[in-house]
């Protein structure tokens, strides 16, 4: 089976209005940027994106907002990005916050096949409300529900042809949990490699859950909020 695609426009070409996409990446960190420039141009509307963050206005899952493509976010940290507040307050989009642990479990679970957990995160606020509570050893925990995907799309640092896949740093926040959790996983790589080449005992991702893979290029390094100190 050849899981090689020569571009992000190829590997995407099969998403249509109205999928979920599970996207990866902490912050502006290990974001699939090539195909989100790719989803942007194709202009697909009315989408749900799981992604722990919303981009920024310039960059990001902040360019498919711009265009009106989300439909809805399910999200942890929103807190840099105009045009998200916009439409949030204007009721343009719904959106779900869940707590980043809580997240990060929810895309876990979905991944290993588990439709539901208990968690303590979120008791006794509005993050509960509608949700079945119940009690262990003695402190209240309410139910979350695992997360799937039409698309997860992610970004590795190096992956093989194979599919496997290995992240650098902060992109294995959420990366390596998503890619197990899309009915089809999109993997875009840094440098692609032959089957072999990549150490076994460091792939985080193994090429069983990756069904497409095509290397990226002109990533770019940006900083979410750049904070410096004032010299005296």
Same mark, same amino acid.
């Given at each position: ?19 979920? *996409?599970?996207?990866? !990446? ?12 790719? *989803?942007?141009?194709? &202009? ?10 919303? !981009? ?6 902040? %360019?498919? %907002? ?17 045009? $998200?507040?916009?439409? %949030? ?48 050893? !003695? ?11 039409? $698309? ?12 496997? *896949? ?29 089957? !072999?080449? *990549?150490?076994?005992? $460091? ?5 069983? $859950? ?7 290029? &002109? ?14």
């Amino acid at each position: 089976m050849n899981k090689v695609y020569n571009n992000a426009d190829e590997a995407i070409a099969d998403i249509t209005d109205g999928m979920t *996409l599970m996207l990866g !990446g902490f912050g502006l960190c290990g974001i699939p940027e090539n195909c989100i420039a790719a *989803l942007v141009k194709k &202009n697909i509307k009315s989408l749900t994106c799981i992604s722990n963050n919303a !981009g920024v206005d310039d960059f990001g899952i902040g %360019l498919m %907002l711009n265009q009106k493509q989300v439909k809805k976010m399910i999200s942890s940290y929103v807190g840099e990005n105009a045009e $998200f507040e916009r439409q %949030l307050l204007s009721g343009e989009l719904d959106v779900e916050l869940i707590p980043q642990g809580t997240l990060a479990e929810r895309c876990r679970a979905g991944g290993a096949g588990i439709p539901a957990f208990f968690t303590p995160a979120g008791y006794g606020t509005e993050v509960a409300i509608g949700k079945e509570v119940r009690e262990f050893n !003695g402190k209240m925990h309410i139910m979350e529900m695992g997360l799937v995907a039409d $698309f997860a799309i992610v970004k590795a640092w190096k992956g093989d042809t194979m599919g496997n *896949l290995v992240y650098k740093g902060t992109a294995r926040n959420f990366n390596p949990p998503m890619a197990t959790a899309g009915k089809i996983t999109i993997a875009e790589v840094e440098e692609l490699v032959q089957p !072999g080449e *990549l150490e076994p005992n $460091f792939i985080h991702t193994p090429g069983v $859950f990756v069904n497409r893979i095509f290397q990226g290029s &002109n990533y770019q390094k940006r900083i979410e909020r750049v904070t410096v100190t004032k010299r005296n």
